[in-house]
């Protein structure tokens, strides 16, 4: 790099075999532009992807429904700069979470699903969003499906927290599915979503020992700490530009 | 307990506020006899299940085909006495395994399943296991699915390594589904083997954190370890009567 | 208790056999009263230690430094009843965190240590704390020497989360100290605060794996989580009656 | 790599800012011989150093006292070729073992420690590993302290396994230091051994909760299993080329 004048700060690579495929992401310090691209592109293989992202804050809009746990650890992260992400607004089908964001200086929209078509409901909502034009919409703990043409508009760029250690417990209620299984271990998914509810490439997955003392009450009330911090570790691998999508899989450059 | 001059070591109970059902586990050291379930019986409600264990060394058959990494654990282990355990057995529908256990003195039955029917095979199995009689049979990566009638023969206490974080990746080759879903946490899950398969009660269960690195093999080298300490751990608990069955579910004091 | 017209909800024991202490904690619903405890001294040792104590919210003061993440964890988690735990008052040597601590509406005093001597800070805290009378004090990452003095006006009763999996890296600086020895996991522990700085009974520990690839400055940033997900463990079991204290040590009844 | 006929398998890199070093390691597949050496010279800054490692098997000696988990863990991985490692002998100062050593064909050498000096005993042991010129001595459980000439002798080639989380409970009994200490996390460190006991470079690091009920001998009962683990993960990274010293740190490129 040194005819550019720039400095390498981090360079990862990663052979996909199975594909035959290659990945590097390389961490550049200096005034580094398009000429670079260029460069690269005329001693690249033409087929070649080539990105300049330049660092900067990921401006997300959160959708919630009633739970707090996960909104107030992204409130109080993206507040105090722990993750590089500013929260433009938070959207929720009710308006119980209305204080908690307001006291952060956060928009509040509340879109009711009452007596709404859920296309209709989508619509409003997507109409909502539009003017923060954000990078990534965040489902923290949005408890409605989505239809597919709500999914495309944010495609591989909506990342929701599945409360159950994917693909364990696909679907509705999965603290009571792993109650009544008996399992000994419950966890949590931060994943992209794609048309197939709960079946996006996975960014990050945590776990928690449980016995058999914890009904499916305490199984969800101990693996809200588990969801919060799942949702939150995926959000700054992201921010900081360290995840790719490959057929449904993530390639994740964490240090 | 000062009349029948015995002490109290542990005591552990639980209720089952779902069924209204109460468990009690009662270490006591002294020279306890029936009359402490005839003393037991006489002030607790008729429906009362009392049942006095004496301590002992339990003797285990272990099934196995190819693998050596559990087996070779539980022969360590045993042999050591880390777990309370004597394996008086191994059969294994191969010969692959016979020098590793016979370097431990214990007996090794090779039975083909090649040119039998599953249940002449199983017939054979159960005919070589007799003479041992077992308290428990371990099947420590033994491949090949039970009929219902072996289950039945040694129902509550047949116990199985299952090479993935049950209910996740029920069925074959979990690993290869856990790589093809890109997941970021395997594990392994001991459980007693009932009537459904990969669906009894769950004794233990360990994860271990993967990446995109991690190919479908290198995931069950890895995994590898998880399954023999999995195992391990629920050998321990069964062997020092810590594990009360109930409704497919476990009951486990742990200490 | 069918006497009392009472029903035990939970049973814990435990026997220290190394100095010959049993320990018992019974979780009752119902119309419990005093005559609970006279009815059991008349049959127990008359040097048994009975405590009746009525389940209700804990109230606590919290003190703080400048950093956020602990206390804004626990704003949350108490604001939304989390913890069964009201923060009566947040009082700081620094005014930086008086805007997070008035938007959850609970009264934030800044008493500076500036131009003071130590006893003369300490008094004028004791003196702003007394008025709210907390069953304990959180130091939620308060970055002062206390005097034995103070130590002793809340024995028993003061909780600190320590930046280090003690009693590894005792002292200031624990990230700086891991760093320069290399290891390759850092941690956090709660633990009650005695005379001997960091060497009070221990209440929960938790863990992070880091690498080579960690400065000091990263693992403060990670270790973060680890601190409040630590304290928040360590408050929930004391503010459930949870957490023994015996001989330097705890015995705590998880479940 | 094209004009030398090879093929880049993995390539890893590291920047140590404080230090200013640059650690870089590649996996390449083909005919490479000192050819590559030579290019890679020709282009590089003078002071680099560049080794070139072609892939086999490690050789080691290990040296226990009478335990036998890590040995017989290491036993059972080596003969599965789990590690890519070949135990060349086992040196003892016990006979206890010999029979688990002897049973997987592995010479085993009796070297009494009684009625002899530190010095005397070292050079015997010293005299009895030459022969086997191996890559690196493990010390599985050798309870003796070492002279700075042994350590000398096998510098930044020896690897030690030590029964706690370093550097907590650094020196005798650290099992029963922690349960003193009533910590509620116990550990395992596998580490390079240097003249300073205990404080040579970490490889790697593992964990284990307890709790009141542990006594010291349940802690070391259970940490047995954290011990082995930790070290087989240790010889597993030095057998593949995996690890690099740097002023007292490791620096490991783990995939």
Redesign the interface.
């Known amino acids: 790099m040194l005819k550019l004048n720039l400095n390498?700060?981090?360079?990862?690579?990663?052979?996909e075999?199975?594909y035959n495929r290659f990945f590097m992401r390389t961490d550049i310090s200096g005034a580094a532009d398009e000429n670079i691209v260029s460069n690269l592109k005329a001693i690249l293989p033409p087929q070649t992807h080539i990105q300049l992202i330049q660092k900067r804050k990921k401006r997300i809009v959160v959708l919630v429904t009633k739970e707090?746990?996960c909104l107030?650890?992204l409130l109080?992260r993206c507040h105090?700069n722990?993750i590089d992400i500013e929260i433009a607004a938070v959207i929720s089908n009710y308006d119980v979470l209305r204080p908690l964001v307001e006291?952060?200086n956060i928009p509040y929209q509340f879109i009711t699903h009452e007596n709404q078509t859920r296309e209709r409901h989508e619509a409003d909502i997507l109409e909502a969003i539009a003017p923060y034009s954000p990078d990534y919409l965040v489902l923290a703990k949005y408890m409605r499906i989505l239809t597919a043409g709500f999914v495309e508009a944010y495609a591989d760029r909506m990342i929701n927290i599945h409360h159950s250690?994917?693909?364990?417990?696909i679907g509705a209620n999965p603290y009571k599915q792993a109650y009544e299984?008996?399992?000994?271990?419950i966890?949590a998914t931060a994943h992209f979503v794609n048309h197939n509810l709960d079946e996006g490439?996975?960014?990050?997955?945590?776990?928690l020992a449980v016995?058999?003392?914890?009904?499916a009450e305490d199984m969800a009330?101990s693996g809200?700490?588990v969801e919060k911090?799942t949702l939150?570790k995926a959000l700054r691998l992201v921010a900081d530009d360290r995840v790719f999508i490959f057929r449904?899989?993530?390639?994740?450059f964490?240090?």
Chains 1, 2, 3, 4 share one sequence.
Do not use: C, M, W
């Open positions: 390498i700060e981090q360079n990862n690579e990663f052979v075999k199975r707090h746990h107030g650890d109080l105090y722990e006291s952060f250690f994917l693909p364990a417990f299984r008996g399992v000994k271990i966890g490439p996975i960014i990050a997955q945590s776990v016995n058999h003392t914890h009904s009330r809200k700490d911090q939150a449904n899989k993530t390639i994740i964490e240090s």
